[in-house]
């Protein structure tokens, strides 16, 4: 089996960031209601 590791850490690395962004998203949206 083909393992590529940089483009599982690629995908893993925008994954992660993209999470952490709706997170601070979410956060920023509950202080704006608040």
């Known amino acids: 089996r083909v393992y590529d590791a ?3 850490r ?13 997170v601070l998203a979410a956060l920023a949206a ?4 608040a």
């Not at 690629?10 to 709706?22: I, Q």
């Not at 509950?30 to 209601?33: F, K, L, W």
């Open 6 to 8: 940089s483009r599982a």
């Open 10 to 22: 690629d995908r893993l690395g925008f994954v992660c960031k993209t999470s952490f962004a709706d």
């Open 30 to 33: 509950e202080e704006g209601a």
